[in-house]
């Protein structure tokens, strides 16, 4: 179980090729960040992935450490963002923390203020690749 601040990631191939896509547009947030973790992940075909392992469109339940609550989040593309709900965008802080790290691993992000904040993965709820959906 991995806690460490970069701990590793794993990526379908379909995600890594659609999310650089993304960082192709001037003016993405958090380009940088993103490309880093695509850019070191190691990569996986949709048909190979582990099934506790947060992808595309993935939904979690994850344990706030800092405020000790739970929620449940999907990550997301921008445009189906919508925080209210649990969308958070795979742009966002907390949505390029989560992408490739499975249960059990700690995500680490800077809060908008920049302040550090983390929360664990608790559950991988529902993963588009588990349920036969590799193209999502």
């Known amino acids: 179980m991995a806690t460490s601040p970069h701990p590793a990631r794993v990526l379908t191939e379909l995600d890594q090729v659609r999310i650089s896509k993304l960082l192709k547009h001037p003016g993405m947030a958090f380009a940088a960040e993103l490309a880093s973790v695509i850019d070191s992940a190691e990569l996986v075909s949709s048909y190979d992935v582990p099934p506790h392992l947060v992808t595309m469109n993935s939904r979690v339940l994850i344990a706030d450490e800092m405020l000790g609550e739970e929620r449940t989040l999907t990550l997301c593309y921008p445009p189906d963002t919508d925080p209210n709900t649990g969308f958070v965008s795979v ?34 709820i529902f993963q588009p690749e588990e349920s036969g959906d590799y193209l999502r």
């Open 91 to 124: 742009l966002s802080p907390v949505g390029t923390a989560l992408l490739g790290l499975t249960e059990g691993q700690t995500a680490r992000w800077s809060a908008p203020g920049g302040e550090p904040a983390s929360a664990k993965i608790l559950k991988v």
